[in-house]
Every structure is written in structure tokens, then in C-alpha cells.
């Protein structure tokens, strides 16, 4: 087995073994690598990248672009160069941006002359860092492969950061987190074993590629099977529809957050689709609800929930073979991965007995060691060795676990991470707001959407709710953008000061029903 850094380069070992066999194509640019010609894409990136950087590892290597082969490339291209990758959100703002970029200090940002501006606006922030621009034509990126030496590349310590996934904290600053090589060997692993993948497996990616899901579960580990990537730019009902019945293609896995899963069963050419080609149609990514689920395990659809998070990859998933086991435990989100084991805590620190709820705690070989920049964080997260999740679950007695809710204020809008902290403080910003409490209720397109509670000083009559939102979507990306705006005299608070936001969601709700 070729190794880099301890760990399999699972792309040279296919490129040797399977040279002709096509690892991904992309859908927008018509473009196709077979496994031998993606190797030496990913061979050129690394000794650009070593030229670029230098022999010193661990610098870090940005990259802002919508999903493209090039997103694997320069991701796998680290992994040889002793780099750490770090892609960014497109969808967020330039001042959202910064604050990562700043974090992460990259010494390279690679992005797509879609974003030009963006990059522009962060030049302040990058301190000097090259940039290289993708473009259809005068491509920069590929005109540095096609110039790139003979350098040998230098691999990261399979224990070394070689990703950074960024997601916002509870307190509003972003958080890094922190992806080795042994951590992703293990993640397409447990994904793989999970969801039955093999050479044969055709994945369609809709999900962006700045996300662990889409990097690794859509994408990464059908390249370490062996399977084949087919690289969507951005996810659309009625073309995905199209897609999974093509028998050209001959997809085999697709993987979905729950309201893309409503939106392909809502669309009107879905009756039409022939699925039996699927042999996993995973979701994930947020609480999807029996409700969505039962419709397609009727059709004979293997539809299968699962549990995740950035520092840890797969941590469970249902498994796709056994429809009748699907629909016994409709609502699980299954058994652990293969390497992961999990534990459920109580409140008062001891281990939960069958169907009794208790905090999830994760162990395994793909569990991050921790977060960038924050041993504050990761002293918070991590105790003897286990992952604590903050999310509440339970397990019944043949091991299926079932999530009952987070422990921690954190809403999930159309599959994206919402912390109300960083909306609040956007909110406080505007000019005639006093004081703002955000949290998320129920939404039938988006699974949950913001409300926004505000108070506002007296003097400032001007404050209307168009005020209030454009204010927000000039600072933060759209899916955090509250939906829904209350203006109240005061918030609800305790004896200590604390926002009482279980009496905000309880008023919004009773708004909601009334509306």
C-alpha cells in the first residue's frame, strides 16, 4: 500500500491499480479524471505547493470556490505537501470570511474568479498571502500546475492538521477544527463500511464541499474505495431527479439534508424516477422526522438517517440493506461506525441505561483531536479521550440510538449551522437596537428558520423590520438571517440575567399558529 505521512494515499494505490478507471468528472465543465490522470493532477498541486510554500509544513492553504474537482485536488495535494487545507464558506460574507482567514493566517488563497470581489475584500486580511485565481480562461491555477517542478513533495504526520472545517461557536467565534490524515482515513472507512461502498459506487455531490459531508462523505471516500464522483455544482430538485434515473450514469449513493430529501419527493417529475439503482440515499446534517422518511422506505427507497458532526465524520448511520429493519426503527439514526464507539452520559455523570437520555460522547481513531487556535475549546469538548457532542440522545436495547435534541441553542436552517450568538451580534450593531434574543422554530421549507426578538430604543421610530433584515444580509450569510422579526419592550430574563428563551419560543410559536 503507498503511503504519505502513515496513512494510505488511497488515489496513488488506485492510480496504480485501476489507472483508466474514471475517479470523478464534473457536470458544469464536462471535464473527466480517470484515476491516473487525477494522481498527477494531485502530484502537480503538491509540488506547487511545496515551490509556493517551501519545505516548512503546516502552513495553511485557503481555498474559496464552489464544488469542482480542484477542491479535491488541492485538499489531497496538502496531504502530500505536508499543507493544511482550509475551504471556505462562499456563502458567507466578506467580514464573515475575514474573521476565518485571519484565524487560519493561510499563506495561499486559491479561488474561483467567481469570487473575485470576495478575495479582493480579504487581500487586507490575507498579510501578503499568494493568490491564485481559477478561470475559464487565463486560468491561473492551472497555468502554476503545468509550471510546477520536480520538488518532492513532503507528507504530513498522519497525526498533523491537514484540514481545518470552520463552524461557528455558541459565543459566536468561529471555531476550527481540526481534521488529520488519520482522522479522514478513518472517516471514509466508517462512511464506506456504513453505506456499503465499493468500486462499483457512482455518488452524485450535491452538498458543498466546504462541509464535511460534501468533502468527505459525497465525495473523499468514494475516491478511497475506488468509486467515481460525479461533481455537482449546486443542488437543483429536478436536475438531481434527472441524474439519479439516468442509467448512463448509474448513480448508486446520493446523500441529502433533510429538506433537499422534502424538495426531490415535493417535485412533480419525482413519481417518474427510477431509484432502483440506489443502494443508500443517506441524509444527515440535521433532525429529519419519520414523517419525511416513510414515504420514500415505502417506494422501496433505502433512504438512511445518520450522525455526524466536523470533528468527527460518520459517527453512526442506519444501514441501507435491510428495508424491514429500516422501517422497525424508523426515526434512529442507527449503529455506530465501525471504528467509533459512543457513550451516552447523564446529567449527573454516569453512563444511561437503555432508552434513558443522556449527553452523546464519542471515542474513535476519526475523532478530531481538537479545534485551531482554541485549547480553551477543545478542553471544553473533549474529556479523557471522549468527544462530548451537547446533543441529547438515547439508545434502545439492540443498540439503534435515536437523537432527541441539542443541549445547546444551535438551530440547523436548509442544512446550515445557526448560532443565534452570531446573529445577536449582528442584530446589536444596528443603530436603534436595544437589546436581541434570537432562536429557531419549526419551518416547513427550511426544516428551522430564525426569529428574532427585539428591543428597541425609544427614540429611534425608524426601526422597521426591512431596516432590520437588509442590515443583516449585509453582514451575514442569507440562511442566518432571522425569517421572522417580534418587537417587544423587554426580554424575559432571570434573577441572574439570562435571556429565558424557552418563554421566547413558546411566544413564537403561539405567533406562528395565529399567522
Partial sequence: MIEQGGVADFVAYHAARTPAKMACAEFASGRRFTYRAFDRRIDACARFLTETLG???GERVAMLSRNSADVLVLYLACVRAGAIFQPLNWRLTAPELAILVEDAAPRLLVHHADFDAVAEALSPTLNGAVTVRIAADADGFQAALDQAGAIAPIPLSADAPSLLLYTSGTTGRPKGVIVTARNAFFNCLNFGQAVDLGAEAVMVCDMPMFHVVGLFAASIALLFHGGSVLISEQFDAAVTLERLSDPALGVTHYFAVPQMVQRLYDHPTRPGVDFSRLKAFCTGGA????????????????????????????????????PARLLAKIGSCGLPAMTTQMRLVTADGREADAREVGELWVCGPNVSPGYWNRPDATASAFQDGWLKTGDAAWRDEDGFYFLVDRLKDMYISGGENVYPAEVEAALLELEG?????????????????????????????????????????????????????????????TASGKVQKHLLRERAMQAQQRS
Fill in 287 to 322: 433532525p429529519i422526522a419519520p414523517a419525511i422518511l416513510e414515504p420514500w422506505l415505502t417506494l422501496g427507497v433505502p433512504l438512511v438517517d445518520g450522525f455526524g458532526m466536523s470533528e468527527i465524520g460518520t459517527g453512526m448511520c442506519m444501514p441501507p440493506s435491510d
Fill in 433 to 493: 437596537v436595544c437589546e436581541a434574543a434570537v432562536i429557531g422554530t419549526p419551518d416547513p421549507q427550511w426544516g428551522e428558520s430564525g426569529v428574532a426578538f427585539i428591543v428597541g430604543r425609544i427614540e429611534t421610530a425608524q426601526l422597521t423590520e426591512a431596516v432590520v433584515l437588509d442590515h443583516c444580509r449585509a453582514r451575514l450569510a442569507r440562511y442566518k438571517a432571522p425569517r421572522r422579526l417580534i418587537f417587544i419592550d423587554a426580554l424575559p430574563r
Fill in 55 to 57: 519545505q516548512a509544513s
